[in-house]
C-alpha cells in the first residue's frame, strides 16, 4: 500500500513509518519542507505520491505550549487538516485519510465518567484540544460533504522511546536520569495528581494500520490502555528503574493552567473494529524511555 504519513519525522510518525515499512507499505513522508497551512503545497506533495492512504499526524501537539499562540495551534491543526482533505479529494490515487485527533478533546472528566467512548460529549479545555475538536468535525463534514473516506482517530497519552522530552513521562524520565548522573537529590515535578491512561507508541502505531485496513469511515475510535495511572505513580516506576529515590519538588513553571485531572478511555470500539488490544506493558514501555533517556 502506498501511504503518506504527515508529520512523518515526529515521534509516533518515525515509529509508524517503521510499522508500516515493516508490512510491506511504500511510505511518503511529509514534514517540515512542506508547509501544512499551505494548500498549494500539500495538494503539490499528495499528487505526487499518489498515495491509497494518509495518515495525518502533523500537528502543534503540545498541550502546555498550546497556550502561548493559540492562533497558531488553530492553523496548524484545523486549516492544515482541511488542506490535506482538499489535497486528497484532488489526488488521482483517492486515499483513505486517519486523522490522529486527541483524548484532550474530552476535556474536564470525573471518575463516574470514566471509562470514556467514543459516544461522550466532547468538551475541550485547552487550546490544542479545541483545535483537534474543530478539526475532527472538519474531517466527518468531508465524509458527509465529499463522500471522503475518513477516519477520526482518539488517542490516548502514547509514551516511548524517542520521545521528546517536552512531553511529561519522557521528560521526567530525563530529569531523573540527569539527576542521578549529576548527583542531585531533588527532582523539579509539576503536578503529580492527575491520572492519564497510557500506551505505548509501539501498539498505538499498530491500532492505526489496523484501523486504516478495518475501520469504518466517518467514524470516530479510542485507541486507550483502558488503565489510568497518577503521575506520582509514574515517578515511581522511573526512579525505581533507574536506581535512584530523590525529593520531589513542586516546580510553578511547569504546572499548567488548566489540566485535565483524569482521562480513561474504552478501546471496545477499536477491538470490535480490529482485534486489537495493548501488548506491551507500562513496565517495558518505561524502561525503554529511560533507556533512551540515558543515550539522549
Same mark, same amino acid.
Given at each position: 500500500?502506498?501511504?503518506?504519513?504527515?508529520?512523518?519525522?515526529?515521534?509516533?510518525?518515525?515509529?509508524?513509518?517503521?510499522?508500516?515499512?515493516?508490512?510491506?507499505?511504500?511510505?511518503?513522508?511529509?514534514?517540515?519542507?512542506?508547509?501544512?497551512?499551505?494548500?498549494?503545497?500539500?495538494? #503539490? !506533495?499528495? +499528487?505526487?505520491?499518489?498515495? *491509497? %492512504?494518509?495518515?495525518?499526524?502533523?500537528?502543534?501537539?503540545? $498541550? /502546555?505550549?498550546?497556550?502561548?499562540?493559540?492562533?497558531?495551534?488553530?492553523?496548524?491543526?484545523?486549516?492544515?487538516?482541511?488542506?490535506?482533505?482538499?489535497?486528497?479529494?484532488?489526488?488521482?490515487?483517492?486515499?483513505?485519510?486517519?486523522?490522529?485527533?486527541?483524548?484532550?478533546?474530552?476535556?474536564?472528566?470525573?471518575?463516574?465518567?470514566?471509562?470514556?467512548?467514543?459516544?461522550?460529549?466532547?468538551?475541550?479545555?485547552?487550546?490544542?484540544?479545541?483545535?483537534?475538536?474543530?478539526?475532527?468535525?472538519?474531517?466527518?463534514?468531508?465524509?458527509?460533504?465529499?463522500?471522503?473516506?475518513?477516519?477520526?482517530?482518539?488517542?490516548?497519552?502514547?509514551?516511548?522511546?524517542?520521545?521528546?522530552?517536552?512531553?511529561?513521562? #519522557? !521528560?521526567? +524520565?530525563?530529569?531523573?536520569? *540527569? %539527576?542521578?548522573?549529576?548527583?542531585?537529590?531533588?527532582?523539579? $515535578? /509539576?503536578?503529580?495528581?492527575?491520572?492519564?491512561?497510557?500506551?505505548?507508541?509501539?501498539?498505538?502505531?499498530?491500532?492505526?494500520?489496523?484501523?486504516?485496513?478495518?475501520?469504518?469511515?466517518?467514524?470516530?475510535?479510542?485507541?486507550?490502555?483502558?488503565?489510568?495511572?497518577?503521575?506520582?505513580?509514574?515517578?515511581?516506576?522511573?526512579?525505581?528503574?533507574?536506581?535512584?529515590?530523590?525529593?520531589?519538588?513542586?516546580?510553578?513553571?511547569?504546572?499548567?493552567?488548566?489540566?485535565?485531572?483524569?482521562?480513561?478511555?474504552?478501546?471496545?470500539?477499536?477491538?470490535?473494529?480490529?482485534?486489537?488490544?495493548?501488548?506491551?506493558?507500562?513496565?517495558?514501555?518505561?524502561?525503554?524511555?529511560?533507556?533512551?533517556?540515558?543515550?539522549?
Amino acid at each position: 500500500m502506498r501511504a503518506i504519513i504527515t508529520g512523518g519525522k515526529g515521534f509516533v510518525g518515525q515509529h509508524l513509518r517503521d510499522h508500516l515499512v515493516s508490512h510491506g507499505d511504500e511510505v511518503t513522508i511529509l514534514d517540515v519542507e512542506t508547509d501544512i497551512t499551505n494548500a498549494e503545497s500539500v495538494g #503539490s !506533495a499528495i +499528487a505526487a505520491a499518489r498515495p *491509497e %492512504a494518509i495518515y495525518h499526524l502533523a500537528a502543534l501537539s503540545h $498541550v /502546555g505550549e498550546s497556550w502561548e499562540d493559540p492562533s497558531r495551534v488553530l492553523a496548524v491543526n484545523v486549516v492544515g487538516t482541511a488542506n490535506v482533505l482538499a489535497g486528497a479529494r484532488k489526488a488521482s490515487s483517492d486515499p483513505k485519510i486517519l486523522f490522529i485527533s486527541s483524548a484532550e478533546v474530552y476535556g474536564v472528566v470525573t471518575p463516574e465518567d470514566l471509562p470514556l467512548d467514543e459516544e461522550r460529549t466532547i468538551a475541550p479545555a485547552t487550546p490544542y484540544a479545541a483545535s483537534k475538536a474543530a478539526a475532527e468535525q472538519v474531517v466527518l463534514q468531508a465524509a458527509r460533504g465529499f463522500g471522503q473516506e475518513v477516519i477520526v482517530v482518539r488517542p490516548f497519552n502514547h509514551v516511548g522511546p524517542g520521545q521528546a522530552p517536552i512531553f511529561a513521562v #519522557s !521528560a521526567l +524520565a530525563q530529569r531523573i536520569v *540527569e %539527576a542521578k548522573q549529576q548527583h542531585r537529590s531533588e527532582l523539579s $515535578v /509539576g503536578t503529580l495528581s492527575t491520572r492519564r491512561d497510557f500506551t505505548d507508541v509501539r501498539d498505538v502505531v499498530r491500532a492505526y494500520r489496523l484501523l486504516l485496513e478495518h475501520g469504518q469511515s466517518g467514524e470516530i475510535y479510542n485507541v486507550a490502555s483502558g488503565v489510568d495511572h497518577e503521575i506520582s505513580e509514574i515517578v515511581d516506576l522511573l526512579m525505581e528503574i533507574v536506581g535512584v529515590n530523590l525529593t520531589q519538588v513542586e516546580d510553578p513553571a511547569l504546572v499548567r493552567p488548566v489540566d485535565v485531572p483524569v482521562l480513561r478511555g474504552s478501546f471496545a470500539k477499536l477491538h470490535a473494529a480490529t482485534s486489537w488490544k495493548p501488548s506491551i506493558t507500562l513496565a517495558a514501555t518505561l524502561a525503554d524511555v529511560v533507556r533512551a533517556a540515558e543515550n539522549y
